[in-house]
Protein backbone atom coordinates (compact mmCIF):
# COMPACT_ATOMS: atom_id res chain seq x y z
CA UNK A 1 0.00 0.00 0.00
CA UNK A 2 1.52 3.22 -0.70
CA UNK A 3 1.90 6.06 1.39
CA UNK A 4 -0.74 8.53 0.47
CA UNK A 5 -3.69 5.19 0.86
CA UNK A 6 -1.83 4.90 4.11
CA UNK A 7 -2.58 8.29 5.09
CA UNK A 8 -6.11 8.56 3.92
CA UNK A 9 -6.69 5.08 5.44
CA UNK A 10 -5.99 6.58 8.76
CA UNK A 11 -7.60 9.75 8.64
CA UNK A 12 -10.54 8.06 7.82
CA UNK A 13 -10.48 5.99 10.60
CA UNK A 14 -9.79 9.05 12.94
CA UNK A 15 -13.02 10.36 11.69
CA UNK A 16 -11.62 12.89 8.85
CA UNK A 17 -10.76 12.78 5.51
CA UNK A 18 -8.01 14.90 3.45
CA UNK A 19 -9.08 16.35 -0.09
CA UNK A 20 -6.75 17.77 -2.57
CA UNK A 21 -8.56 20.38 -4.20
CA UNK A 22 -9.26 23.43 -6.68
CA UNK A 23 -12.78 24.69 -7.43
CA UNK A 24 -14.89 23.04 -6.62
CA UNK A 25 -12.92 22.59 -2.95
CA UNK A 26 -14.88 19.69 -1.55
CA UNK A 27 -15.07 16.88 -3.66
CA UNK A 28 -15.90 13.91 -1.63
CA UNK A 29 -19.81 15.44 -1.56
CA UNK A 30 -22.05 18.23 -1.95
CA UNK A 31 -21.30 21.16 -0.17
CA UNK A 32 -23.60 24.80 -0.15
CA UNK A 33 -23.94 28.05 1.61
CA UNK A 34 -19.88 28.52 2.99
CA UNK A 35 -19.12 30.52 5.72
CA UNK A 36 -15.44 31.05 6.07
CA UNK A 37 -13.91 31.77 9.34
CA UNK A 38 -10.17 32.03 9.75
CA UNK A 39 -9.54 30.03 13.45
CA UNK A 40 -5.67 29.37 14.95
CA UNK A 41 -4.23 30.08 11.97
CA UNK A 42 -6.31 27.94 9.60
CA UNK A 43 -9.17 28.71 7.51
CA UNK A 44 -12.44 26.35 8.25
CA UNK A 45 -15.20 26.59 6.01
CA UNK A 46 -18.58 25.30 7.86
CA UNK A 47 -21.06 24.58 4.47
CA UNK A 48 -24.28 23.37 4.00
CA UNK A 49 -24.67 20.02 3.08
CA UNK A 50 -26.93 19.17 0.16
CA UNK A 51 -27.68 15.55 -0.72
CA UNK A 52 -30.10 13.99 -3.22
CA UNK A 53 -33.31 13.81 -1.76
CA UNK A 54 -33.95 10.30 -0.31
CA UNK A 55 -37.09 8.55 -1.52
CA UNK A 56 -39.99 9.74 -0.02
CA UNK A 57 -38.16 11.79 2.43
CA UNK A 58 -37.46 15.64 3.04
CA UNK A 59 -39.57 18.57 2.43
CA UNK A 60 -40.62 18.29 -1.10
CA UNK A 61 -39.41 16.33 -4.24
CA UNK A 62 -36.69 18.64 -6.28
CA UNK A 63 -35.83 20.29 -3.41
CA UNK A 64 -33.14 21.27 -1.19
CA UNK A 65 -32.62 18.11 1.35
CA UNK A 66 -29.88 18.86 4.03
CA UNK A 67 -29.91 16.42 7.07
CA UNK A 68 -26.88 17.76 8.85
CA UNK A 69 -23.34 19.51 8.35
CA UNK A 70 -19.59 18.74 8.76
CA UNK A 71 -17.08 20.96 8.47
CA UNK A 72 -13.69 21.70 6.79
CA UNK A 73 -9.91 23.23 7.33
CA UNK A 74 -7.21 23.90 5.42
CA UNK A 75 -3.56 25.84 6.49
CA UNK A 76 -3.09 26.35 2.31
CA UNK A 77 -6.27 26.34 0.81
CA UNK A 78 -5.44 23.75 -1.43
CA UNK A 79 -5.60 20.86 0.44
CA UNK A 80 -8.59 20.35 3.06
CA UNK A 81 -9.51 18.19 5.76
CA UNK A 82 -12.88 17.32 6.34
CA UNK A 83 -13.33 16.76 9.90
CA UNK A 84 -16.51 14.75 9.14
CA UNK A 85 -20.13 15.68 10.45
CA UNK A 86 -20.53 18.31 13.48
CA UNK A 87 -24.61 18.44 14.08
CA UNK A 88 -27.26 16.40 12.69
CA UNK A 89 -30.88 17.05 12.63
CA UNK A 90 -31.30 13.60 14.65
CA UNK A 91 -29.87 14.74 17.51
CA UNK A 92 -31.27 18.35 17.94
CA UNK A 93 -34.30 18.57 20.01
CA UNK A 94 -36.14 21.54 18.55
CA UNK A 95 -35.57 20.20 14.90
CA UNK A 96 -37.97 18.15 13.30
CA UNK A 97 -36.04 15.36 12.04
CA UNK A 98 -38.24 14.77 8.92
CA UNK A 99 -37.34 18.11 7.64
CA UNK A 100 -34.12 17.92 6.16
CA UNK A 101 -33.91 21.53 6.13
CA UNK A 102 -30.40 22.22 7.95
CA UNK A 103 -29.74 24.92 5.57
CA UNK A 104 -26.82 27.66 5.27
CA UNK A 105 -24.93 27.88 8.79
CA UNK A 106 -22.41 30.40 10.54
CA UNK A 107 -19.41 29.87 13.23
CA UNK A 108 -17.83 32.18 15.21
CA UNK A 109 -15.48 32.22 18.05
CA UNK A 110 -16.17 34.23 21.43
CA UNK A 111 -13.75 33.89 24.47
CA UNK A 112 -12.40 30.29 22.99
CA UNK A 113 -15.71 28.70 22.46
CA UNK A 114 -17.35 28.24 18.96
CA UNK A 115 -20.70 28.73 18.53
CA UNK A 116 -22.02 27.04 15.34
CA UNK A 117 -25.81 28.73 14.31
CA UNK A 118 -28.03 26.81 12.04
CA UNK A 119 -31.96 27.46 10.64
CA UNK A 120 -33.57 24.61 10.50
CA UNK A 121 -37.36 23.44 11.15
CA UNK A 122 -38.67 23.31 14.12
CA UNK A 123 -41.16 20.28 15.53
CA UNK A 124 -43.16 22.34 17.78
CA UNK A 125 -44.93 25.35 17.16
CA UNK A 126 -43.55 28.55 19.36
CA UNK A 127 -45.68 30.31 22.00
CA UNK A 128 -47.35 32.61 18.53
CA UNK A 129 -47.94 29.11 17.30
CA UNK A 130 -45.74 29.55 14.87
CA UNK A 131 -43.53 26.23 13.32
CA UNK A 132 -41.41 26.95 10.70
CA UNK A 133 -38.21 28.21 10.49
CA UNK A 134 -36.27 28.28 13.45
CA UNK A 135 -31.97 29.86 14.45
CA UNK A 136 -30.42 26.98 16.73
CA UNK A 137 -27.01 27.74 18.44
CA UNK A 138 -24.27 24.10 18.95
CA UNK A 139 -21.19 24.92 21.29
CA UNK A 140 -17.77 23.78 21.07
CA UNK A 141 -14.09 23.93 22.72
CA UNK A 142 -12.66 23.71 19.47
CA UNK A 143 -13.59 24.57 15.63
CA UNK A 144 -13.89 20.88 14.86
CA UNK A 145 -16.24 19.74 17.46
CA UNK A 146 -17.73 18.09 18.80
CA UNK A 147 -20.75 20.66 19.06
CA UNK A 148 -23.10 20.58 21.79
CA UNK A 149 -26.89 21.98 20.39
CA UNK A 150 -28.97 23.71 22.76
CA UNK A 151 -32.27 22.10 23.41
CA UNK A 152 -34.04 25.48 22.06
CA UNK A 153 -33.58 27.55 19.11
CA UNK A 154 -32.86 31.44 19.82
CA UNK A 155 -35.99 33.12 21.28
CA UNK A 156 -37.10 35.86 19.14
CA UNK A 157 -35.64 34.78 15.41
CA UNK A 158 -37.68 32.85 13.17
CA UNK A 159 -36.26 32.81 10.04
CA UNK A 160 -32.98 31.55 7.99
CA UNK A 161 -29.37 32.18 6.78
CA UNK A 162 -28.10 33.15 10.15
CA UNK A 163 -24.70 34.85 10.36
CA UNK A 164 -23.12 36.86 13.18
CA UNK A 165 -20.52 39.62 13.39
CA UNK A 166 -18.75 41.01 16.77
CA UNK A 167 -17.75 44.49 15.97
CA UNK A 168 -14.53 45.80 17.29
CA UNK A 169 -15.74 47.00 21.12
CA UNK A 170 -16.95 43.84 21.29
CA UNK A 171 -21.21 43.78 20.71
CA UNK A 172 -22.44 40.98 18.90
CA UNK A 173 -25.06 40.95 15.85
CA UNK A 174 -27.17 38.55 14.44
CA UNK A 175 -28.41 38.74 11.21
CA UNK A 176 -30.79 36.18 9.13
CA UNK A 177 -33.42 36.29 6.40
CA UNK A 178 -36.99 36.33 6.40
CA UNK A 179 -38.32 38.18 3.66
CA UNK A 180 -35.99 40.85 4.74
CA UNK A 181 -32.56 40.98 6.02
CA UNK A 182 -32.86 41.53 9.72
CA UNK A 183 -30.50 42.49 12.14
CA UNK A 184 -30.70 42.24 16.34
CA UNK A 185 -27.75 42.55 18.89
CA UNK A 186 -26.87 39.47 20.83
CA UNK A 187 -26.09 39.16 24.29
CA UNK A 188 -22.66 38.41 26.04
CA UNK A 189 -23.65 34.46 25.91
CA UNK A 190 -24.20 34.63 22.26
CA UNK A 191 -27.44 32.62 22.41
CA UNK A 192 -29.94 35.06 23.24
CA UNK A 193 -31.29 38.46 21.74
CA UNK A 194 -30.42 41.59 23.45
CA UNK A 195 -32.28 43.80 21.04
CA UNK A 196 -35.67 44.05 18.94
CA UNK A 197 -35.30 42.00 15.43
CA UNK A 198 -35.53 45.20 13.09
CA UNK A 199 -35.16 45.06 9.40
CA UNK A 200 -32.50 46.47 7.53
CA UNK A 201 -33.83 49.33 5.23
CA UNK A 202 -32.51 50.54 2.00
CA UNK A 203 -32.48 46.89 0.47
CA UNK A 204 -34.15 45.77 -2.61
CA UNK A 205 -37.58 46.25 -2.56
CA UNK A 206 -38.30 43.64 -5.55
CA UNK A 207 -36.67 40.18 -5.64
CA UNK A 208 -36.20 37.24 -3.27
CA UNK A 209 -33.03 38.47 -0.85
CA UNK A 210 -31.22 36.20 1.76
CA UNK A 211 -28.15 34.85 2.65
CA UNK A 212 -26.81 37.98 5.05
CA UNK A 213 -23.02 37.82 5.91
CA UNK A 214 -21.28 41.45 7.60
CA UNK A 215 -18.06 42.09 7.54
CA UNK A 216 -15.69 45.28 8.19
CA UNK A 217 -12.90 46.64 6.51
CA UNK A 218 -11.02 49.65 7.41
CA UNK A 219 -14.12 51.24 9.36
CA UNK A 220 -16.55 50.54 6.41
CA UNK A 221 -19.37 47.83 7.33
CA UNK A 222 -19.96 45.45 4.35
CA UNK A 223 -23.78 43.89 3.97
CA UNK A 224 -23.61 41.31 1.59
CA UNK A 225 -26.46 39.41 -0.04
CA UNK A 226 -27.87 37.13 -2.66
CA UNK A 227 -30.44 39.23 -4.29
CA UNK A 228 -32.64 38.08 -7.37
CA UNK A 229 -32.64 41.32 -9.64
CA UNK A 230 -33.65 39.29 -12.97
CA UNK A 231 -34.21 35.52 -12.33
CA UNK A 232 -31.47 33.90 -10.24
CA UNK A 233 -29.55 34.98 -7.34
CA UNK A 234 -26.22 37.02 -7.84
CA UNK A 235 -23.75 38.30 -4.87
CA UNK A 236 -24.34 42.21 -4.25
CA UNK A 237 -23.61 44.62 -1.29
CA UNK A 238 -24.33 47.56 0.57
CA UNK A 239 -22.03 49.48 2.67
CA UNK A 240 -22.52 51.72 6.38
CA UNK A 241 -20.61 52.66 8.85
CA UNK A 242 -22.34 51.13 11.74
CA UNK A 243 -23.05 47.38 11.48
CA UNK A 244 -27.09 47.74 11.81
CA UNK A 245 -27.09 50.19 9.10
CA UNK A 246 -28.34 52.49 7.61
CA UNK A 247 -26.56 50.67 4.49
CA UNK A 248 -26.57 51.90 1.06
CA UNK A 249 -26.02 49.56 -1.77
CA UNK A 250 -22.99 49.89 -3.44
CA UNK A 251 -23.14 47.33 -6.12
CA UNK A 252 -22.42 43.53 -6.87
CA UNK A 253 -20.07 40.95 -6.25
CA UNK A 254 -20.64 37.91 -8.49
CA UNK A 255 -22.81 37.81 -11.55
CA UNK A 256 -25.54 35.77 -11.77
CA UNK A 257 -24.42 31.63 -12.74
CA UNK A 258 -24.07 31.40 -16.51
CA UNK A 259 -25.53 28.34 -16.22
CA UNK A 260 -28.93 29.33 -13.85
CA UNK A 261 -27.60 27.75 -10.48
CA UNK A 262 -30.62 29.40 -8.68
CA UNK A 263 -28.88 30.21 -5.60
CA UNK A 264 -25.34 31.56 -4.42
CA UNK A 265 -24.62 32.27 -1.27
CA UNK A 266 -21.50 34.03 0.27
CA UNK A 267 -18.74 34.76 2.83
CA UNK A 268 -15.73 37.25 3.00
CA UNK A 269 -12.21 36.13 4.55
CA UNK A 270 -9.22 37.75 4.83
CA UNK A 271 -6.15 35.29 5.53
CA UNK A 272 -2.42 35.85 5.58
CA UNK A 273 -2.91 39.27 3.86
CA UNK A 274 -5.33 38.44 1.05
CA UNK A 275 -9.11 38.80 1.00
CA UNK A 276 -11.10 35.69 -0.45
CA UNK A 277 -14.54 35.16 -1.33
CA UNK A 278 -16.12 31.94 -0.80
CA UNK A 279 -19.25 30.79 -2.78
CA UNK A 280 -21.18 27.83 -4.67
CA UNK A 281 -22.25 26.73 -7.59
CA UNK A 282 -23.55 23.46 -8.80
CA UNK A 283 -20.48 21.99 -10.38
CA UNK A 284 -20.93 18.77 -9.38
CA UNK A 285 -25.06 18.24 -10.31
CA UNK A 286 -25.28 20.21 -13.75
CA UNK A 287 -28.72 19.22 -14.22
CA UNK A 288 -30.09 19.81 -10.22
CA UNK A 289 -29.03 23.40 -8.80
CA UNK A 290 -29.85 22.14 -5.66
CA UNK A 291 -27.21 19.43 -5.25
CA UNK A 292 -24.11 22.43 -4.57
CA UNK A 293 -20.42 22.77 -4.40
CA UNK A 294 -18.31 25.31 -2.62
CA UNK A 295 -15.87 27.27 -4.66
CA UNK A 296 -12.92 29.90 -3.66
CA UNK A 297 -11.99 32.68 -5.59
CA UNK A 298 -9.44 35.72 -4.35
CA UNK A 299 -11.01 39.45 -4.17
CA UNK A 300 -9.57 42.73 -3.81
CA UNK A 301 -11.09 45.96 -3.19
CA UNK A 302 -10.58 49.52 -5.01
CA UNK A 303 -8.65 52.55 -3.60
CA UNK A 304 -12.09 53.84 -2.38
CA UNK A 305 -12.98 50.66 -0.47
CA UNK A 306 -15.63 49.21 -2.92
CA UNK A 307 -15.29 45.68 -3.89
CA UNK A 308 -13.56 44.66 -7.39
CA UNK A 309 -16.22 42.00 -9.34
CA UNK A 310 -15.14 38.62 -8.98
CA UNK A 311 -15.41 36.30 -12.21
CA UNK A 312 -15.50 32.62 -10.75
CA UNK A 313 -12.68 30.41 -11.76
CA UNK A 314 -11.96 26.52 -12.02
CA UNK A 315 -8.52 26.98 -11.07
CA UNK A 316 -9.63 28.86 -7.71
CA UNK A 317 -6.74 29.71 -5.31
CA UNK A 318 -3.62 28.47 -4.10
CA UNK A 319 -0.34 26.44 -5.05
CA UNK A 320 -0.61 23.34 -6.51
CA UNK A 321 2.15 20.99 -6.15
CA UNK A 322 3.77 19.39 -9.43
CA UNK A 323 4.21 16.33 -7.65
CA UNK A 324 0.43 15.88 -6.60
CA UNK A 325 -1.67 14.68 -9.46
CA UNK A 326 -2.75 18.41 -11.10
CA UNK A 327 -6.36 18.42 -12.75
CA UNK A 328 -5.80 20.48 -15.37
CA UNK A 329 -9.14 20.94 -16.70
CA UNK A 330 -9.54 23.16 -13.48
CA UNK A 331 -7.58 25.73 -15.57
CA UNK A 332 -6.86 29.16 -15.46
CA UNK A 333 -6.97 30.23 -19.70
CA UNK A 334 -6.93 27.47 -22.94
CA UNK A 335 -6.90 27.94 -26.20
CA UNK A 336 -10.34 29.71 -27.85
CA UNK A 337 -10.67 26.94 -30.18
CA UNK A 338 -9.78 23.25 -30.08
CA UNK A 339 -9.87 22.78 -25.85
CA UNK A 340 -12.85 21.77 -24.00
CA UNK A 341 -13.65 20.12 -20.19
CA UNK A 342 -16.17 17.35 -20.32
CA UNK A 343 -17.24 15.24 -16.79
CA UNK A 344 -14.89 11.77 -16.72
CA UNK A 345 -18.30 9.96 -15.86
CA UNK A 346 -21.58 11.96 -16.02
CA UNK A 347 -23.19 9.36 -13.53
CA UNK A 348 -20.61 9.01 -10.61
CA UNK A 349 -19.71 13.33 -11.39
CA UNK A 350 -17.37 13.12 -7.92
CA UNK A 351 -15.01 11.31 -10.21
CA UNK A 352 -14.03 14.75 -11.99
CA UNK A 353 -13.41 16.17 -15.56
CA UNK A 354 -11.18 15.79 -18.01
CA UNK A 355 -9.42 17.92 -20.17
CA UNK A 356 -10.34 17.34 -24.20
CA UNK A 357 -7.81 18.92 -27.02
CA UNK A 358 -9.15 18.42 -30.87
CA UNK A 359 -6.64 20.91 -32.43
CA UNK A 360 -3.06 21.05 -33.92
CA UNK A 361 -1.92 23.85 -31.27
CA UNK A 362 -4.79 23.65 -28.72
CA UNK A 363 -3.68 24.54 -25.22
CA UNK A 364 -4.71 24.50 -21.75
CA UNK A 365 -2.91 26.62 -18.87
CA UNK A 366 -3.03 26.19 -15.30
CA UNK A 367 -1.38 28.59 -13.42
CA UNK A 368 0.69 28.50 -9.94
CA UNK A 369 2.47 24.80 -9.48
CA UNK A 370 5.47 24.50 -7.29
CA UNK A 371 8.25 22.77 -9.04
CA UNK A 372 10.18 22.91 -5.80
CA UNK A 373 14.23 22.89 -5.60
CA UNK A 374 14.88 19.49 -6.00
CA UNK A 375 15.36 18.39 -9.71
CA UNK A 376 11.93 16.91 -10.88
CA UNK A 377 13.31 13.94 -13.79
CA UNK A 378 10.05 11.92 -15.49
CA UNK A 379 6.22 13.91 -16.04
CA UNK A 380 3.07 11.31 -16.33
CA UNK A 381 0.31 12.16 -17.53
CA UNK A 382 -2.85 10.07 -17.90
CA UNK A 383 -4.49 10.40 -21.08
CA UNK A 384 -6.46 8.70 -23.83
CA UNK A 385 -6.28 9.10 -27.82
CA UNK A 386 -7.84 6.60 -30.06
CA UNK A 387 -5.26 7.85 -33.17
CA UNK A 388 -2.25 8.61 -30.74
CA UNK A 389 -1.04 12.04 -29.63
CA UNK A 390 2.26 13.86 -29.33
CA UNK A 391 2.02 16.46 -26.50
CA UNK A 392 4.22 19.29 -25.27
CA UNK A 393 4.70 20.40 -21.60
CA UNK A 394 5.97 23.99 -21.36
CA UNK A 395 6.20 26.64 -18.53
CA UNK A 396 5.12 30.30 -17.72
CA UNK A 397 3.19 30.57 -21.33
CA UNK A 398 2.08 29.12 -24.48
CA UNK A 399 5.49 29.08 -26.18
CA UNK A 400 7.17 29.19 -23.26
CA UNK A 401 10.01 26.36 -22.35
CA UNK A 402 9.90 23.13 -23.14
CA UNK A 403 10.35 20.55 -20.18
CA UNK A 404 8.75 17.34 -22.01
CA UNK A 405 7.33 15.80 -25.06
CA UNK A 406 4.86 13.48 -24.29
CA UNK A 407 3.56 10.73 -26.74
CA UNK A 408 0.07 8.88 -25.46
CA UNK A 409 -0.52 5.96 -27.64
CA UNK A 410 -3.11 4.67 -29.67
CA UNK A 411 -5.56 3.22 -27.59
CA UNK A 412 -9.23 3.14 -27.03
CA UNK A 413 -8.48 2.90 -23.57
CA UNK A 414 -7.31 5.62 -20.66
CA UNK A 415 -3.22 5.31 -20.62
CA UNK A 416 -0.56 6.13 -17.63
CA UNK A 417 2.26 7.58 -19.92
CA UNK A 418 5.54 8.36 -18.79
CA UNK A 419 8.69 11.25 -20.28
CA UNK A 420 11.63 12.57 -19.38
CA UNK A 421 11.38 15.92 -18.34
CA UNK A 422 14.05 17.46 -20.41
CA UNK A 423 14.38 20.89 -18.75
CA UNK A 424 14.17 21.53 -15.46
CA UNK A 425 13.10 24.47 -13.73
CA UNK A 426 12.41 24.95 -9.90
CA UNK A 427 10.04 27.23 -8.10
CA UNK A 428 6.47 28.22 -8.88
CA UNK A 429 5.83 28.10 -12.79
CA UNK A 430 2.48 28.25 -14.70
CA UNK A 431 2.16 24.90 -16.62
CA UNK A 432 0.72 24.64 -20.12
CA UNK A 433 -0.34 21.47 -22.18
CA UNK A 434 0.19 21.74 -26.35
CA UNK A 435 -1.53 19.45 -28.80
CA UNK A 436 0.91 19.01 -31.10
CA UNK A 437 -1.16 16.40 -33.57
CA UNK A 438 -4.28 14.30 -33.22
CA UNK A 439 -7.27 14.66 -30.23
CA UNK A 440 -6.28 13.61 -27.09
CA UNK A 441 -8.40 13.81 -23.66
CA UNK A 442 -6.52 14.13 -20.67
CA UNK A 443 -6.91 13.32 -16.72
CA UNK A 444 -4.21 14.78 -14.76
CA UNK A 445 -0.54 15.98 -15.03
CA UNK A 446 2.33 14.60 -12.18
CA UNK A 447 5.46 15.23 -11.80
CA UNK A 448 8.15 12.93 -10.19
O1 LIG B 1 -29.11 26.13 1.05
C1 LIG B 1 -30.47 26.41 1.21
C2 LIG B 1 -30.71 27.85 0.93
O2 LIG B 1 -30.34 28.15 -0.40
C3 LIG B 1 -29.85 28.77 1.76
O3 LIG B 1 -30.24 28.87 3.07
C4 LIG B 1 -29.94 29.99 0.93
O4 LIG B 1 -29.04 31.00 1.27
C5 LIG B 1 -29.71 29.42 -0.45
O5 LIG B 1 -28.36 29.21 -0.73
Not at 23 to 51: L, M
Request: charged content about 20%; overall charge neutral; glycine content about 6%.
Amino acid sequence: MNIYKTLILSFAALGFTSLSAQNPIVRNQFSADPTARVFNGKVYVFPSHDIPTPEGKGLRKDWFCMADYHVFSSENLTDWTDHGMIVSQNKVAWVDSASYSMWAPDCIERNGKYYFYFPANKNVADANGRKGFGVGVAVADKPEGPYVPLSEPIKGVNGIDPNVFIDKDGQAYLYWAMGNIMVAKLKDNMTELASEPQIIANLPQKGLKEGPFLFERKGIYYLTIPHVENKIERLEYAIGDNPMGPFKMAGVVMDESPVNCWTNHQSFVEYKGQWYLFYHHNDYSPTFDKNRSIRVDSLSFNADGTIRKVTPTLRGVGVSSATNKIEIDRYSSKSETGSSIALLDSVNTFNGWKTILNDKNAWVQYNTVDFGKQRLKTVQLRALSEKGATLEIRLDKVNGPLVAEIKVPKSADWNTVEAKVSKFQAGIHNLIVVLKDSPVEIDWVQFQ
